[in-house]
C-alpha cells in the first residue's frame, strides 16, 4: 500500500538535545512538506521541498532542519536552538500539478523531558 | 499576510442533523481551498478541494462551497453520523509556488448518537 510513514510515533527529547523525524513516502510524489501543529490550533508550514536537494523554509523555520537526498525521504531536525519544541509534527507529500491535495501521515508527538 | 478563521471552534450536534461549518480568510487571492477531515492523534485526510474559479464542490454528504470576494468557504455536512465525530480544517493555497498552504485552527465536531 502507498503511504507516507512517520516514526517514531511518540518521541522525547532532553534539554540541549537535537532529535531527528523520519518521513517516508512510496507515493512517487516530488514535494514533501513538514508541519508543526499545537495543541486546538491549525498547521504551520516548516519547511517544505519541492524536488531532491532542494528545500524552502516555511513560516516558522527557526530552530529545524531538514534534508531532501532522496525523493523518498524527508527527515526533520529539531535542534536544540528550538526553545518550545513540543507538539505534534506531520508530513505531507504531493503529486506536482495544480489539482493535487497533499497526503499526510499520521504524525510524531514530541514532548520534552 | 493571509489569516485564516474557523468559526465555531467546537460543535456538538445529535445525529441525523445538517450542519455547516465556516471558514473565512482575509486575502482573496487565493489559488484553491481544501477541507480537510482530522481524527485524534492522527494526521489529515483531504475532503474536498475547490478552485479558485469554481463555486462548490460535493463529495456525497459533503459539500463545500466558496465565496473567494467574501473570504468564505462553508462545508455543509447532510445527515450527520456519529462517524463524522473529528476536527475539520481548511486550509488556502497561497499562491502558485510550492503549493504552500494556510490552516484554520479547525472545528472540533461531535455527533452523539
Known amino acids: 500500500d502507498g503511504g507516507i510513514t512517520q516514526s517514531p510515533k511518540y518521541l522525547f527529547r532532553k534539554e540541549g538535545q537535537n532529535v531527528t523525524l523520519s518521513c517516508e513516502q512510496n507515493l512517487n510524489h516530488d514535494a514533501m512538506y513538514w508541519y508543526r501543529q499545537d495543541p486546538g490550533q491549525g498547521l504551520r508550514l516548516i519547511y517544505y521541498s519541492q524536488i531532491v536537494n532542494d528545500f524552502q523554509k516555511g513560516d516558522i523555520a527557526e530552530g529545524y532542519s531538514v534534508s531532501r537526498e532522496k525523493k523518498e525521504s524527508f527527515p526533520l531536525t529539531v535542534t536544540s536552538a528550538q526553545k518550545n519544541p513540543t507538539a505534534f509534527y506531520l508530513c505531507?507529500?504531493?503529486?506536482?500539478?495544480?489539482?493535487?491535495?497533499?497526503?499526510f501521515g499520521d504524525g510524531t508527538r514530541l514532548s520534552i523531558l | 499576510k493571509q489569516e485564516v478563521t474557523q468559526i465555531p471552534a467546537a460543535l456538538s450536534v445529535p445525529e441525523g442533523e445538517n450542519l455547516v461549518l465556516n471558514c473565512s480568510f482575509t486575502?482573496?487571492?487565493?489559488?484553491?481551498l481544501q477541507w480537510f477531515r482530522q481524527d485524534p492523534g492522527k494526521g489529515l485526510t483531504s475532503l474536498l478541494l475547490?478552485?479558485?474559479?469554481?463555486r462548490e464542490q460535493t463529495s456525497g454528504r459533503l459539500n463545500a462551497s466558496l465565496d473567494k470576494s467574501s473570504g468564505r468557504s462553508t462545508l455543509y455536512i447532510a445527515a450527520s453520523q456519529p462517524g463524522d465525530s473529528a476536527t475539520y480544517l481548511c486550509a488556502v493555497r497561497r499562491g502558485n509556488a510550492g503549493n504552500m498552504l494556510t490552516f484554520g485552527g479547525g472545528t472540533r465536531l461531535m455527533v452523539k448518537p
Open positions: 475547490i478552485q479558485s474559479s469554481q
Open positions: 486575502d482573496s487571492a487565493i489559488y484553491n
Open positions: 505531507a507529500s504531493r503529486m506536482t500539478g495544480s489539482n493535487q491535495p497533499q497526503h
